[in-house]
């Protein structure tokens, strides 16, 4: 009886020695994971008052103003043209009438077969089957200047110079800037990352390219435009995805039939809807403005377009790299991965805070920078000088 209750209390003291040993350990985890649920579950300490908490500060003073336009754009005719599902929300294009001239917003709604702007098959070939729809159907109606946008403000393809936001970049965009680009063409994202100057080799075959889209350019090409005048090119660059400004006779430089013979093809090729609609992110360029590679110069094109002026050619590639590497580390502040490494969060905060002081000191310079007109107008002739 002795010998059979100590081979049940062996067991039981190695349990107990082990949690002896982690004791420690664990309490120490569940000191630091206090300030963790504080955080996130203690109600918010009343803010102090402050005097001066309703005056804008210079950068917000900045990014509420955007530079003064050309007169000459004054009575330009502009359609924002968006391309939605019905469930998207596109109340922050209210009030951008105060900062385009004469604008209308047409809405063209993927999943509706009712809505007043819609494409001919629901949900085919993504944005590029509403863009070529708008510009057939609108042909011979189109305002000076069109705008063609995704549905949302905010989207990881708008570059972190142009604060993430739709808000931002279109009441500042230069109109007078867009029809000088390129006889009236101009992609509204900026940054050559994943884009210039050579990003698509159109000889490549599936075994070989690491770009879905890739080996299946040439083929898309092909149906899409009379390769006896237009053959395929071998590379094409520019950078992504598919929200442009277009001019009238920009696209009135193809013939009508060209935007339904892309339409059509969208609606009926065996592409998936995905590889369809990325293939026409690279030959948007081509179609609108005969461009086989779109990179004009990152701070050249900032500042022209959007009057944000930076003094030093290397910083829109540098702030778009930081704005990204905060965006990631965001993602380490979350409540449950901050459970789990919660020195790695806190890491994460205190790096933050130094990307959010360096973003705002570059874009208040660049944004005072761009008020000066001359400047603007230099760097928009020098757009594709080369470095």
């Given at each position: 009886?002795?010998?059979?209750?100590?081979?049940?209390?062996?067991?039981?003291?190695?349990?107990?020695?082990?949690?002896?040993?982690?004791?420690?350990?664990?309490?120490?985890?569940?000191?630091?994971?206090?300030?963790?649920?504080?955080?996130?579950?203690?109600?918010?300490?009343?803010?102090?008052?402050?005097?001066?908490?309703?005056?804008?500060?210079?950068?917000?003073?900045?990014?509420?103003?955007?530079?003064?336009?050309?007169?000459?754009?004054?009575?330009?005719?502009?359609?924002?043209?968006?391309?939605?599902?019905?469930?998207?929300?596109?109340?922050?294009?209210?009030?951008?009438?105060?900062?385009?001239?004469?604008?209308?917003?047409?809405?063209?709604?993927?999943?509706?077969?009712?809505?007043?702007?819609?494409?001919?098959?629901?949900?085919?070939?993504?944005?590029?089957?509403?863009?070529?729809?708008?510009?057939?159907?609108?042909?011979?109606?189109?305002?000076?200047?069109?705008?063609?946008?995704?549905?949302?403000e905010r989207a990881?393809?708008?570059?972190?110079?142009?604060?993430?936001?739709?808000?931002?970049?279109?009441?500042?965009?230069?109109?007078?800037?867009?029809?000088?680009?390129?006889?009236?063409?101009?992609?509204?994202?900026?940054s050559w990352r994943?884009?210039?100057?050579?990003?698509?080799?159109?000889?490549?075959?599936?075994?070989?390219?690491?770009?879905?889209?890739?080996?299946?350019?040439?083929?898309?090409?092909?149906?899409?435009?009379?390769?006896?005048?237009?053959?395929?090119?071998?590379?094409?660059?520019?950078?992504?995805?598919?929200?442009?400004?277009?001019?009238?006779?920009?696209?009135?430089?193809?013939?009508?039939?060209?935007?339904?013979?892309?339409?059509?093809?969208?609606?009926?090729?065996?592409?998936?809807?995905?590889?369809?609609?990325?293939?026409?992110?690279?030959?948007?360029?081509?179609?609108?403005?005969?461009?086989?590679?779109?990179?004009?110069?990152?701070?050249?094109?900032?500042?022209?377009?959007?009057?944000?002026?930076?003094?030093?050619?290397?910083?829109?590639?540098?702030?778009?790299?930081?704005?990204?590497?905060?965006?990631?580390?965001?993602?380490?502040?979350?409540?449950?991965?901050?459970?789990?490494?919660?020195?790695?969060?806190?890491?994460?905060?205190?790096?933050?805070?130094?990307?959010?002081?360096?973003l705002d000191e570059?874009?208040?310079?660049?944004?005072?920078?761009?008020?000066?007109?001359?400047?603007?107008?230099?760097?928009?002739?020098?757009?594709?000088?080369?470095?």
């Amino acid at each position: 009886m002795t010998s059979w209750k100590h081979a049940l209390d062996v067991p039981r003291r190695r349990s107990l020695l082990y949690a002896l040993i982690l004791a420690p350990s664990l309490c120490m985890y569940l000191y630091t994971l206090y300030p963790v649920v504080q955080r996130y579950y203690a109600p918010p300490a009343p803010a102090a008052p402050s005097p001066t908490s309703t005056t804008p500060s210079p950068l917000e003073r900045l990014l509420a103003a955007p530079p003064p336009r050309d007169p000459s754009t004054a009575n330009l005719t502009v359609n924002l043209v968006l391309a939605t599902l019905a469930s998207d929300d596109i109340s922050w294009t209210a009030g951008l009438e105060a900062y385009l001239p004469n604008l209308r917003v047409v809405r063209y709604v993927s999943d509706s077969t009712t809505a007043p702007f819609r494409p001919p098959v629901p949900r085919k070939g993504r944005e590029a089957t509403i863009w070529h729809t708008y510009l057939h159907d609108f042909y011979d109606a189109l305002p000076d200047v069109s705008l063609l946008v995704h549905a949302h403000e905010r989207a990881w393809h708008v570059d972190g110079v142009l604060q993430g936001s739709l808000r931002f970049a279109l009441p500042r965009l230069d109109l007078a800037a867009v029809l000088g680009v390129r006889g009236g063409y101009a992609n509204l994202r900026v940054s050559w990352r994943d884009a210039c100057p050579d990003w698509i080799n159109t000889s490549l075959p599936v075994a070989i390219s690491i770009k879905q889209e890739e080996p299946y350019m040439a083929a898309a090409w092909r149906a899409n435009f009379d390769v006896a005048a237009e053959p395929v090119p071998e590379i094409l660059a520019g950078p992504c995805c598919s929200q442009f400004a277009v001019s009238r006779d920009a696209v009135r430089r193809r013939p009508r039939e060209q935007y339904a013979r892309s339409r059509d093809w969208l609606v009926h090729t065996e592409y998936s809807d995905y590889i369809a609609g990325r293939t026409w992110e690279h030959m948007f360029p081509w179609l609108l403005a005969h461009a086989e590679r779109d990179c004009p110069r990152e701070r050249e094109t900032y500042c022209a377009m959007y009057g944000v002026c930076f003094a030093d050619a290397d910083v829109p590639g540098r702030y778009n790299a930081m704005w990204q590497e905060r965006d990631d580390l965001r993602a380490k502040t979350a409540f449950w991965r901050e459970l789990l490494d919660p020195s790695g969060a806190e890491a994460a905060r205190l790096r933050i805070r130094e990307i959010d002081v360096w973003l705002d000191e570059q874009i208040l310079l660049a944004l005072e920078r761009g008020r000066d007109e001359g400047l603007r107008a230099e760097s928009a002739k020098a757009l594709y000088d080369r470095p």
